[in-house]
């Protein structure tokens, strides 16, 4: 199964955005499905874990303003960004992780920019 994460762009402070998450197969395949984030000059940061049965675990900082969803049908999962401030600039890769081997199979990243 692959991932291929879409949505991202340019967005003024206080805007919204929708990434999607779409799978080549069937999204059951992972037991976690996670929202990662990397900025300019900064590591990797996770954002939201979400599990099979779609409950979720979000950053601190992103409470209150992110949420994900998953559909199974469409095999895609999403990650809606509300009220978006600059320091949520950055790349953002969906990721799918299986257990108990952890295997981890990435998405490419979408660009998302946050002008102040």
């Known amino acids: 199964v692959q991932l291929q994460a879409s949505g991202g762009g340019l967005v003024q402070s206080g805007g919204s955005l929708r990434l999607s998450c779409a799978a080549s197969?069937?999204?059951?395949?992972?037991?976690?499905l996670r929202w990662y984030r990397q900025a300019p000059g900064k590591q990797r940061e996770l954002v939201v874990i979400?599990?099979?049965?779609?409950?979720?675990d979000y950053k601190d900082s992103v409470k209150g303003r992110f949420t994900a969803s998953r559909d199974n049908a469409k095999n895609t999962v999403y990650l809606q960004m509300n009220n978006l401030k600059s320091d949520d600039t950055g790349v953002y890769y969906c990721n799918g992780l299986t257990l108990p081997s952890y295997d981890e199979i990435w998405g490419q990243g979408t660009q998302v920019t946050v002008s102040s």
């Open positions: 979400m599990n099979i049965n779609g409950g979720t």
């Open positions: 197969g069937s999204i059951r395949t992972f037991d976690l």
